[in-house]
């Protein structure tokens, strides 16, 4: 794989992997409901998923993860075969992520954090079918069979205009037609 395709794709997979530890120890939770009281003061506190949902939410919180590593192994199959299933499986995956962090920005708390994994993983999976569209064998074979043959005929165009001072391309259409009618009268 080059680098535009890993290099997204790394950092998809790093995003979501950076999510677990996140729901560990960083304290986003809702603070109404961990109000307790001290010395007749009420005292919100923010707390972490795990703390404030049990660790239960670590499987919510891993399934950017995993959608990630699913997708990389489809973009690596992708990498190596010609057809074009696996980069739309990947794709799939792509837009699975983004679909559910929408939906997660709705409903729970961490649907936004997902949308960089996300949009990593489509830029990943646009960049590997563009790397493979370039260098397709049809697009190659193509442009093989088709430009010499144009190339030949333009240089046989320029040798016969070379040859010949009559075919010159300052001349007018009527005169490379007809010919000198003046060098025919004679």
Known sequence: ???????????????????????????????????????????????????????????????????????TCFLTLQSHSKGRVFGWIARCAGVLLLTGAFVGTVTFLVGIFVVPGGVFLLVSCTNLHRNQALTSSSLNTLSESRWPARRARLQFRRKRRSRDPNLSSRMCPSLILYGDVSATTN
């Open 1 to 71: 794989m080059k680098k535009n395709v890993w290099l997204p794709l790394a950092a998809a997979v790093g995003w979501a992997a950076l999510l677990l530890p996140a729901a560990l120890y960083i304290p986003i939770e809702n603070p109404q409901r961990f109000s307790y009281q001290v010395d007749g003061h009420t005292v919100n506190r923010w707390v972490s998923l795990v703390r404030g949902n049990g660790d239960r939410i670590l499987l919510v919180v891993a399934i950017p993860l995993i959608i990630s590593l699913i997708a």
